[in-house]
Nanobody, 129 residues
Framework: QVQVVESGGGLVQAGGSLRLSCTASGLTFDDYAMAWFRQAPGKGREGVSCISKSGGSTYYADSVKGRVTISRDNAKNKLYLQMNSLKPEDTAMYYC??????????????????????WGQGTQVTVSS
């Protein structure tokens, strides 16, 4: 069965950095586009970033652009999110998700455009001011 597990969250001061990791098992990892989402208390889920199957295409939400880098290691079935210059408004539960994709080198964190059937349980990121 498919399992998606996030790690790397924690408490960090504003301006600090964190690297989130996600390990997916039970699937052919390089057949899947991958994405990070987040949900802050009292707010809806927000797409943060996505990466295509090969890693050749990446997209970022405006709220994190320039501060965050998504990457993947298909040999290790791993997805990463390097977050720098963290702000208190980045505080949220961060989720990794996998989308099977038979098309080209493309991804979207808009779930109306790309369906993500597999999700992790989340890792908490808290940024103190």
């Amino acid at each position: 069965q498919v399992q998606v597990v996030e790690s790397g969250g924690g408490l960090v001061q504003a301006g600090g950095s964190l690297r989130l990791s996600c390990t997916a098992s039970g699937l052919t990892f390089d057949d899947y586009a991958m994405a990070w989402f987040r949900q802050a208390p009292g707010k809806g889920r927000e797409g943060v970033s996505c990466i295509s199957k090969s890693g050749g295409s990446t997209y970022y939400a405006d709220s994190v652009k320039g501060r965050v880098t998504i990457s993947r290691d298909n040999a290790k079935n791993k997805l990463y999110l390097q977050m720098n210059s963290l702000k208190p408004e980045d505080t949220a539960m961060y989720y990794c998700a996998a989308a099977p994709w038979r098309g080209g080198d493309y991804c979207s964190y808009d779930t109306r455009r790309m369906s993500y059937p597999y999700w992790g349980q989340g890792t908490q990121v808290t940024v103190s001011s």
